[in-house]
């Protein structure tokens, strides 16, 4: 039995597994570790390679056991279950870890600062507030409908529903349930002003970075898309093309081919669903502005709007932007508005 040069972290919140072999595959570590004690245990342990699934305080460990000197790989936890042996336990899973971090074909995470993990807790608290402040407007026109109080869709309609409730004078809404639909109202006020702070952290952070402000120049990224960009993928060099990175989001249709039969559905559900739903709103923007003022500059945009249904066209429009996004990092490069051929 030799000296580790493999180990398989399967981390948690409190006790930790670790699966440990040495150059001929030997078992050499095979234990259970408390969270206070781990850091000391792997500074006892020469350098080596750790494997550790993608997933919650991930990217914390791999910075504290790199800085130990031990190289440390991140891998999606859907890749590690191909790897998994009978029943599923934590000595198993990290067995299972310690397994796929060797195999040349295995695909890794970067690790993510602690700027970008910060960059990216504004956009993951934001997220969550629209989606609060969509609950709150969804049930102020439900409330309101029972009393026969309907307003047109969208921002202006609840803002006009926000008047009434406000209106002590309005017959409409019996004083009973006003107080009740003024708490619902006030917090719906109040997360606006939150998602308003969060905006200007977001565009302070964005005027800041070079790279963020070249992203921004593309039709259909604004500050929150290229921050989000930045922040989620750090090493453009890391995908080898714009296909492969449009992959990756998960704007790409899922395949189920068979026999030299090719069969393509709707776009997968696996890769970056924070991107991918980003990437689509801005090619939808895109093309509510076209529809509006013409495709004259774009005209694989208008053949395609020809040809597609909008949203079809959007999700294809929002592969074209990520490639695009691509190589304008990798080549250091800025966007170029496409020039029309003009016809002999």
Known sequence: MGEVITIGLDIAKAVFQVHGVDVDGAVVIRKRIGRAKLLDFFADLPPCLVG????????????????????????PPSYVKAYLKRSKNDANDAAAICEAVTRPSMRFVPI?????????MLHRTRQLLVRHRTMLSNALRGHLAELGVVSARGSNGTAELLRIIADSADNRVPSSARGILDVLAQRYISIGAEI???????LAWHRSCEASRRLAEIPGIGPIVATALVTEIGDWKA????????????????QHTTGGKDRLGSITKQGNRYLRWLLVVGATAVIRYAQKHGTKNRPWLARLMER??????AV?????????????????????????LVAA
């Open 316 to 340: 294809a429009l929002a592969n074209k932007i990520a490639r695009m996004a691509w190589a304008i990092m990798v080549r250091d490069d800025r966007y170029k508005e496409p020039k029309l």
């Open 52 to 75: 550790i699934e993608a997933c919650p305080s991930a990217h914390h460990w791999g910075r504290e056991l790199a800085g130990l000197g031990h190289t440390v790989k991140l891998m």
């Open 112 to 120: 993510k600062t602690k700027q970008q993990q910060t960059a990216l």
């Open 196 to 202: 308003g702070s969060i905006d200007k952290n977001i």
């Open 239 to 254: 995908f080898s093309s714009g296909r492969n990175l449009a992959a990756w989001i998960g704007l790409v249709p899922k």
């Open 308 to 313: 597609r249904p909008t949203k079809v066209a």
